[in-house]
């Protein structure tokens, strides 16, 4: 318990509405100036979506999954997830070891929550900036820009988060042409099916599957992994 609260509750700051709006604004142009800032991304995330955070805390407490996530309160950090490279190849824990280590990523790097205003809100949005790295993993999406842009998509689909939404916007806008075509072609309506099609994945214990094959939780969890890039001059399918 005391690891979440310390990096939780020792940094959270209770904003009146004029403060959220002003951070809420300025997150949002920083983050388009820099895609690159996780900080300010979060930020906005925080202060832009307590209603999304309020009904993902309220299916959290519905769903039996979810209530056992809500009362042990995991972190996804490196001393709670570092088995996961020790597990056999076919299993969910082995390739979440791998898509992070074959990008040099730690599971330590998540800013913290700083502008919710109960410590139960807070913990639902770390869990959320938590498991993104396991929806990479499931969906088996890139960490380019097209691929963290279709993420936000099912994010937004899942949570229904403004940020998510205004990644995409973001996103979209500094694609190349050729990159605008393939995504609005091809990755944007799979990741809307994906997206609807999956169980509700803020109510999922990742932790307590990652020994499990990794194709029987994408079947498990309905998942639809993402397409290949289609071939020059091929015609597009999206999964059905």
């Keep these: 318990m005391l690891n979440w609260v310390v990096m939780i509750r020792g940094s959270r700051f209770r904003l009146k509405g004029w403060q959220q709006a002003a951070v809420a604004v300025?997150?949002?142009?920083?983050?388009?100036?820099?895609?690159?800032?996780?900080?300010?991304?979060?930020?906005?995330?925080?202060?832009?979506?307590?209603?999304?955070?309020?009904?993902?805390?309220e299916r959290m407490k519905k769903s039996p999954e979810g209530r056992e996530i809500l009362l042990e309160r995991p972190r996804v950090i490196s001393t709670n997830v570092g088995h996961a490279w020790d597990l056999p190849d076919n299993t969910f824990g082995a390739a979440y070891a791998r898509f992070m280590g074959s990008r040099n990523f730690s599971p330590d790097d998540r800013p913290p929550v700083r502008f919710m205003e109960t410590e139960e809100l807070a913990y639902v949005a770390m869990r959320a900036r938590e498991v993104h790295d396991f929806w990479h993993t499931l969906f088996d999406l890139p960490t380019n820009l097209i691929g963290e842009t279709a993420l936000k998509v099912i994010e937004f689909e899942q949570m229904l988060l403004p940020m998510c939404l205004m990644s995409v916007l973001g996103g979209t806008a500094r694609f190349s042409d050729k990159q605008r075509s393939l995504f609005y072609q091809h990755y944007f309506p799979w990741a809307l099916k994906a997206g609807a099609r999956s169980t509700d994945l803020m109510c999922v214990y990742y932790e307590k599957h990652f020994h499990?094959?990794?194709?029987?939780?994408?079947?498990?969890?309905?998942?639809?992994?993402?397409?290949?890039?289609?071939?020059?001059?091929?015609?597009?399918?999206v999964p059905l």
């Excluded at 100036?33 to 993902?56: H, M, S, Y």
């Excluded at 939780?217 to 399918?237: D, E, F, M, Y």
Aim: glycine share 8%; charged share 30%; no cysteine.
């Design 212 to 237: 499990e094959d990794l194709e029987d939780v994408r079947r498990k969890w309905g998942i639809i992994p993402a397409p290949l890039p289609p071939r020059p001059n091929a015609t597009i399918a």
């Design 26 to 57: 300025g997150s949002a142009v920083g983050a388009l100036l820099d895609p690159r800032r996780a900080d300010l991304i979060a930020a906005l995330g925080e202060t832009t979506g307590k209603p999304a955070f309020d009904r993902v805390l």
